[in-house]
């Protein structure tokens, strides 16, 4: 329990339903759809949608989505890839003939097809119990009206200021500059595409006139698009991963998700005596940092589009994690072992709910880049992601940019198992740090015996690009330490991600844990 003499958040504890994410009025939504009789699928989709409005620069309908499913009655998980692909007319050697090495960010090229839609309605089919149309109802008339932002949206606003483009730009910045706290924001061009996919589903979206205003709208600006290659998309079934680590099982999305990086990255930790650690001192987080260059070296060079990803058993190898133990000096940083032209980045948002029969879901969407490419459609006002960054192109890499392939990812929905039953559905935002996120978090509740809540709280470090990024909940003497071991060491400008969490109690409540990096809360019923 935390000490309640301290500033900190209480856990939320419910009994019929949970719901946990980044904007309040997500997880009232969700939980209403909950209260009038949605199972854990549809709140999970309103929550969802919502907060495309709520966090416009986090996530949206031109976004794509990741989702682990834990069905009522079931301890099994299945895991849904709603990432879009590259348009059939994607070509790496024509960016390299343009003198490029690095898929532009801020481009046409960088526009993958969006797939989060056709995997909501997906879900809704064959999970949910309210169908699109009724789920999305309630949704709709905050798109219309809008609402006020929220402070830590408007400090990630602030940040992306200079990035929306053309349409993006009269959508996102109508003031010229981006909004203080509390000022009010509306896409009612939004909320009329969101009206088509309510009345004919995922064609409402992938077909007809939100189609024809993406594609013409992207082909304008130089993109490869086509109506086909919208038509074309598909949300896929697959079967997650997992590793064990003190006793949980991690369960994480496949490629082209990079959850198998944070099984490795505790597999590559359990070489080391953690517990013995101070949880925020310098030897945990200098270890943490040596084993996360070494995992992410790993998701460079193996994680791809699902056909093409080819070593992941070598990834996930117990002799693999032994060896690249057996590389950290835990007295000094190495420095960065694998030089990356993928594109990685911060901007996300994730939902977790949990239901009154025992389903849960945990889902991440996101557009990646903050405003993803800065690109938005013409009529409906699709802000379009820029997944296509995450691409190389590096020539025979098995994630080299190419036709109707899934970029690499970074964003990673994740549930923990114990003797086999699902205990709790968690995800922690902000790009390139999630994997990294989902090894500290599961090693704050093994090694330090922390709740949910207070391993979302404690103060983060992430060792990125050449820099070690630590938050100012460490200790300056901390600071000094790791710099003085080799670490580049700065205070990040703003907090490392977010997370939420549900934890299910053998007992039968549920506790909810929302990060106060966030704007968001746990509700429940």
Not at 240 to 263: C, D, K, Q, Y
Not at 293 to 321: G, Q, S, V
Not at 323 to 340: F, M, N
Request: hydrophobic residues 40%; aromatic residues 6%; proline residues 6%.
């Amino acid at each position: 329990m935390r000490d309640l003499q301290l500033p900190g958040r209480s856990p939320v504890l419910a009994s019929r339903g949970m719901c946990a994410t980044s904007h309040p009025l997500a997880s009232r939504v969700a939980i209403e759809t909950l209260m009038r009789g949605g199972n854990a699928v549809d709140a999970a989709i309103a929550g969802a949608v919502l907060l495309g409005l709520c966090e416009p620069q986090m996530t949206g309908l031109g976004g794509d989505c990741f989702v682990l499913l834990k069905p009522a009655g079931s301890e099994d998980v299945i895991a849904l890839n709603g990432s879009g692909k590259a348009p059939a007319g994607a070509s790496a050697q024509s960016l390299r003939d343009r003198g490029l090495t690095a898929v532009p960010l801020y481009s046409a090229d960088a526009v993958t097809v969006p797939g989060a839609v056709d995997a909501f309605c997906k879900l809704s089919s064959d999970h949910g119990k309210l169908g699109i149309a009724d789920t999305l109802g309630p949704v709709i008339p905050y798109f219309r009206d809008g609402v006020p932002v929220a402070p830590r949206v408007a400090f990630d606003w602030a940040e992306a200021e200079e990035t929306p483009q053309g349409r993006a730009r009269e959508l996102f910045l109508p003031w010229g500059k981006a909004p203080k706290m509390g000022r009010h924001f509306a896409l009612p061009d939004q909320a009329n595409a969101l009206e088509a996919i309510a009345k004919n589903g995922r064609a409402g979206f992938y077909e007809g006139s939100v189609a024809e205003d993406m594609v013409n709208s992207l082909r304008a600006l130089g993109g490869q698009h086509t109506l086909n290659d919208f038509a074309a998309t598909s949300a896929d079934y697959t079967a997650p991963v997992s590793g064990m680590h003190n006793g949980l099982e991690l369960v994480e999305h496949p490629p082209n998700g990079m959850g198998a990086t944070a099984i490795l990255m505790n597999a590559i930790l359990s070489h080391f005596d953690i517990a013995s650690l101070d949880p925020f001192g310098t030897k945990r987080a200098h270890i943490e940092a040596e084993a996360a260059k070494l995992a992410y070296d790993a998701r460079d060079r193996f994680i791809a589009d699902p056909d093409h990803t080819t070593a992941l058993a070598h990834m996930l190898a117990p002799e693999t994690a032994s060896g690249l133990a057996a590389l950290i000096d835990p007295k000094r940083a190495a420095q960065e072992v694998h030089t990356r032209t993928e594109a990685v980045h911060k901007d996300t948002i994730y939902i977790t709910v949990v239901d009154k029969d025992g389903m849960a879901v945990s889902l991440i969407y996101s557009v990646f880049h903050s405003f993803g490419s800065g690109l938005a459609s013409d009529k409906y006002g699709i802000l379009f992601q820029n997944r296509g960054a995450g691409f190389t192109l590096q020539s025979g890499h098995p994630n080299e940019y190419g036709p109707g392939k899934r970029p690499m990812h970074t964003i990673i929905p994740a549930m923990l198992k114990q003797n086999g039953k699902v205990i709790m559905p968690f995800g922690v935002m902000g790009g390139a740090y999630q994997a990294n996120g989902h090894a500290r978090f599961v090693s704050n509740l093994t090694d330090f015996g922390m709740d949910a809540q207070s391993a979302i709280d404690g103060p983060r470090c992430f060792s990125d690009t050449g820099v070690l990024k630590v938050e100012r909940g460490y200790s300056d003497a901390v600071r000094a330490e790791l710099q003085s071991m080799g670490h580049n060491v700065e205070i990040p400008h703003g907090p490392i991600g977010g997370a939420q969490a549900i934890r299910i109690d053998e007992s039968g409540y549920l506790e909810g844990a929302s990060d106060p990096r966030k704007d968001g809360c746990a509700l429940g019923y």
